[in-house]
């Protein structure tokens, strides 16, 4: 699974891949730098610099990333956007190593 967000700044994109990291939510965590993005909040045409974070992650632990969402995430409704993969066998072998899923038992597919 992926799941992607998007925070302002380097050093807040830092401070959830990390925390994430530490929880063992996820096998790897990429930040990507350079966008702008173009919404609407609270009734006002926004325009701002962001960083997103990709996250790659087992469907088993995508409550756990919401709850570290709420406790965590610098955004008052935060993005997160779940898309399921297809790994290959050894990539995915190799996330089931990484991740500590929260139900125990065999995790679910990437």
Sequence with gaps: MSITTTV???ADA???AQA???RRLAACV???EGLTSF????GKDCADVEVRL???TLAACAEALRALFREKHPYEVP???AVGMHASP????WARGEVRTVAGGEPDPV
């Design 30 to 32: 990429q930040v990507e």
């Design 8 to 10: 302002g700044t380097r």
């Design 39 to 42: 919404y609407r909040w609270q």
């Design 54 to 56: 990709t996250i790659k």
């Design 20 to 22: 994430i990291l530490e």
């Design 90 to 93: 050894d990539y995915l072998a």
């Design 14 to 16: 830092e401070a959830l």
């Design 79 to 81: 993005q997160f956007l």
